[in-house]
């Protein structure tokens, strides 16, 4: 059996935007600041997928861009960016959704941004950003304390990271195709294949144990990463070129959101999910697809050889 990978477009984002972040709480996904002609946005957004509808929330108590945000029971913490001085920020800003409400928590020991963040265990390990930073601090929602931990191997910025099995994959970044995997339970770091492709400002969401990356200008690659066998390959391609974007996962079904083509902000919101494919049915498919006829002149064919061999 393989799983093959459907892209639809699900809807549109109230406000077009890029270098935004989303996570989801309860099955709902929050889109929360980034850039667009307004400047630097506070906005909140809420899409429920059941409905296909969006909602706006509260918004963020410090307008940025260039953020990065993480669950951890049930609360959204954002963290870094741009502020609307231009400033670098260390900002860290917890956001309740069964309240609405907004609190500011302990700051960052280091003010970036373009950095990543990856939840393992109920904490938060903001990696690297700002101009190739290699950095790694461990946010525990708790005890709202800040812990450094070991550099990462390869400083970058505009990375992306998704987690496996414990596991935290940093993912490209300053145009590299590097992989580095971080182990919070070792505070280790191994370097892992490289993607097909480099990227920066791209994003990445897991899937059924697969990651999957995407987000480049001018192009819709997607690659999906097996973090068992340490391989990639390439997967259903995106529908719209776009960077800068943020993503999410609910049920193994990844949503695309919002981003730049390089001349307008992309509202679509795109919905990878996949099926499951026996081989019969994908016979079926390529015979559907190229032609009995096609198929029958190969069968044809390969018993002339035989016959010539006799």
Do not use: C
Not at 62 to 76: D, E, F, P
Not at 119 to 125: A, S, W
Not at 240 to 265: C, K, P
Request: avoid cysteine.
């Amino acid at each position: 059996m393989a799983l093959i990978g459907t892209w639809t477009t699900v809807s549109s984002i109230p406000t077009g935007r890029f270098g935004l972040t989303s996570s989801v709480v309860n099955g709902k996904i929050y889109v929360i600041g980034g850039l667009n002609s307004d400047g630097k946005l506070s906005i909140n957004e809420e899409y429920n997928p059941l409905t296909n509808t969006w909602a706006t929330k509260a918004p963020m108590p410090t307008a940025r861009y260039s953020l990065t945000s993480s669950v951890v029971n049930g609360k959204i913490y954002v963290i870094g960016g741009i502020d609307s001085s231009g400033h670098i920020s260390n900002t860290v800003e917890e956001y309740n959704p069964s309240t609405n409400q907004w609190t500011t928590k302990t700051n960052m020991p280091t003010a970036r941004y373009s950095l990543t963040s990856s939840v393992v265990n109920n904490k938060i390990y903001a990696i690297g950003g700002t101009n190739g930073l290699n950095i790694v601090e461990e946010y525990n929602p708790t005890t709202n304390t800040w812990t450094t931990k070991a550099n990462m191997p390869t400083g970058r910025q505009y990375l992306t990271s998704s987690v496996v099995d414990n596991k935290i994959y940093v993912m490209g970044g300053s145009n590299l195709n590097t992989v580095e995997e971080y182990n919070p339970a070792t505070n280790s770091w191994t370097t892992d294949a490289n993607m097909p492709l480099e990227r920066s400002s791209f994003t990445s969401s897991v899937a059924n144990g697969k990651i999957y990356v995407f987000g480049k200008y001018g192009n819709t690659e997607v690659d999906e990463y097996n973090p068992t066998t340490n391989t990639w390959k390439i997967s259903t391609p995106m529908l719209t070129a776009r960077y800068a974007l943020t993503s999410v996962s609910i049920n193994d079904e990844i949503y695309a959101i919002g981003g730049t083509d390089g001349q307008n902000y992309v509202t679509n919101i795109d919905k990878l999910e996949f099926s499951t494919v026996i081989p019969s049915l994908m016979s079926n498919f390529f015979t559907l697809h190229l032609g009995a006829e096609f198929w029958w002149n190969i069968v044809i064919n390969v018993k002339s050889i035989l016959n010539l061999e006799k």
